[in-house]
């Protein structure tokens, strides 16, 4: 008898562990599409530079893609983020930098210039979505 009424006791307080389990999961889950995505980046969502020509570099592949992220600098220089092997890019070629959600690229007095959108740059330009920008051979496009 006694053991029976353990075993009622037991099984009501497991019932209700269920239903306390179940009632949070519903909460967080209705909690969390009430509030959507606000405020939250889209982490599928790249920013960076779309390999349009690789020119005569064979390690690029056409369609890929140079994620940016705060500071990006490209040269033939090994001290550069990113190496384009190209004899038409000088050592330090361009840098490419975020300011205030801007991205920003500044010819660093390259010998045959930044082309952005068929017009060579002097010194810095705010890049936009689309920007075609042209160094040496190799043509990339900015992708925000």
């Given amino acids: 008898m006694l053991l029976n009424k353990i075993s009622s006791v037991i099984t009501i ?4 562990i ?9 909460r967080i889950m209705n909690k ?4 959507g995505n606000k405020g939250k980046r889209d982490r599928r969502k790249v920013v960076g530079l779309e390999i349009l ?17 705060r500071e990006l600098s490209i040269g033939r220089n090994v001290q550069n983020t990113f190496i384009i092997d190209d004899p038409y890019i000088s050592s330090f ?3 490419i930098y975020l300011r205030n959600n801007d991205y920003i690229i500044e010819d660093l007095g390259s010998t045959n210039g ?3 959108n068929n017009t060579k740059i002097n010194g810095k330009k705010y890049l936009e979505s689309g920007d075609v920008v042209k160094l040496g051979n190799t043509v990339l496009k900015f992708i925000d």
Avoid: W
Avoid at 13 to 16: L, S
């Fill in 18 to 26: 269920i239903y306390l389990i179940i009632f949070t999961a519903l």
């Fill in 32 to 35: 969390d599409i009430k509030s």
């Fill in 114 to 116: 930044t082309i952005v």
């Fill in 13 to 16: 307080i497991m019932i209700a």
């Fill in 93 to 95: 070629h361009v840098r």
């Fill in 53 to 69: 020509e690789p020119g005569n570099n064979s390690s690029f592949k056409k369609g890929g893609v140079i994620p940016l992220r």
